[in-house]
């Protein structure tokens, strides 16, 4: 996968913050038998258009995602989440 979806060039935050990657989407939480699962709601998330998130790909990091926040070189940037351990492609049921 490439780096976190940004089509409007903004830098890493929290899901809430206005001044975020679209792709910043927060942090989960994985169970003790290692499943997680979420729902998420978004106006910056298109499922349409030239900046749909269909075909696009979601990662999730073994770390905690700092939401750009920590001070960290890479807070800006990946909120310093680090290594990629999983990731599964975008698409419609139905």
Known sequence: TGPHFNPASKEHGA??????????????????????????????????GPHSIIGRAVVVHADPDDLGKGGHELSK?????????????????G
């Open 15 to 48: 899901p809430e913050d206005e001044n975020r990657h679209a792709g910043d989407l927060g942090n989960i939480t994985v169970g003790a038998d290692g499943t997680a699962s979420f729902a998420i709601t978004d106006n910056q998330i298109p499922l349409s």
């Open 77 to 93: 940037s990946t909120g310093n989440a680090g290594g990629r351990v999983a990731c599964g492609i975008i698409g419609l049921q």
